[in-house]
């Protein structure tokens, strides 16, 4: 089978495609015929082996594991001797390591059935993200009906789904993002948008309960102004240097400052979960959050894809189309 493959730290230049065994199912596993899966930060980071303290688990001069992908939907091709839940032509989605290749395995409990209003692409690009937005606005931020949230970064991967979220959940959103993206904000259900090029969303005197900040281009001082006294600020992105110690500097002073104000700052790293894919499944076959997909790519364009990402103004979310070798 296909399969793209890093033996290497480093740029895009490091993953190949190439011709591996197709992996057997554990008594516990599903193999899955990939058909779509999605880009994430988290790709980027283990391509790069950055921040340097992740290799203490990911290897230190190379990777242990050569594979790269999460995100992931398919048909199941075959299941372990103890798998319950699925059976083989079930078309599911979920999580799972090395998604970017023809096929993969994965536990039965990092997946649930895939909508039949939702397509393999969409059904891709959600876990990760939307695991963000979900337990962060839920778990983090208590987001309660009526509330008033504010976006920032409310077109990016997790700001979609951010937005679209915390509607279902009754709350008041303002999303900020850039002048090209305000009608795609506007269309996924946010109330009010700003735009950060005319406008700094910390010196516009409002006050929001919850600030839901996926990209940490301000400093917590200026995002605790715009919150209300009981207010609570959630950081699940920022911005990275060489070293990548902005985002852990961030998280302690996150911490530290808690202790002192009547305000909650915390920082998020979101944890894969069957129940919380369930609560996805639901609000997308009920129509209440739809996938933004921007981009779409084949699994020869993989590195193409990481890329775009890596930027740091990628719109929605980029897809991994996949599909039997002799077609692509």
């Known amino acids: 089978m296909?399969?793209?493959?890093?033996?290497?730290?480093?740029?895009?230049?490091?993953?190949?495609?190439?011709?591996?065994?197709?992996?057997?199912?554990g008594d516990e596993e599903v193999l899955l015929r990939v058909c779509a899966a999605s880009v994430n930060p988290l790709d980027w980071h283990y391509m790069r082996g950055t921040p340097y303290f992740l290799r203490i688990l990911t290897g230190l001069r190379k990777p242990k594991v050569t594979r790269l992908g999460l995100d992931v939907s398919g048909e199941v091709e075959a299941v372990g001797r103890n798998v319950t839940q699925f059976k083989p032509g079930d078309q599911v989605f979920g999580t799972c390591s090395g998604a970017f290749a023809e096929y993969a395995v994965t536990s039965q409990s990092a997946l649930v059935m895939k909508p039949d209003n939702v397509t393999f692409e969409q059904a891709a690009s959600v876990p990760v993200a939307a695991f963000t937005a979900l337990q962060g606005l839920r778990d983090k931020g208590q987001i309660q009906p009526g509330q008033k949230v504010l976006m920032n970064g409310a077109a990016g991967g997790v700001g979609t789904f951010a937005v679209q979220i915390a509607k279902s959940m009754g709350a008041e959103v303002t999303g900020v993002c850039s002048t090209r993206n305000l009608d795609m904000v506007r269309s996924i259900g946010a109330d009010r948008v700003i735009d950060y090029s005319q406008q700094d969303f910390t010196k516009s005197g409002q006050r929001y309960d919850l600030v839901f900040d996926c990209i940490g281009n301000h400093s917590l001082w200026a995002c605790r102004r715009v919150l209300n006294p009981k207010g609570i600020y959630i950081g699940v992105g920022g911005p990275s240097g060489r070293w990548m110690i902005g985002p852990l500097a961030r998280g302690i002073t996150a911490r530290l400052l808690s202790c002192f104000v009547s305000q909650k700052l915390v920082m998020l790293l979101a944890k894969s979960s069957q129940p919380d894919l369930t609560i996805l499944h639901e609000l997308m076959e009920a129509g209440k959050v739809i996938p933004v997909i921007v981009k779409r790519y084949r699994l020869s364009e993989v590195a193409e894809a990481v890329r775009y990402l890596e930027g740091g103004h990628a719109q929605g979310k980029a897809v991994i189309m996949v599909e039997p070798s002799g077609r692509m």
């Open 2 to 25: 296909k399969a793209i493959v890093y033996y290497a730290y480093g740029s895009p230049d490091v993953l190949k495609r190439e011709e591996i065994e197709k992996p057997v199912p």
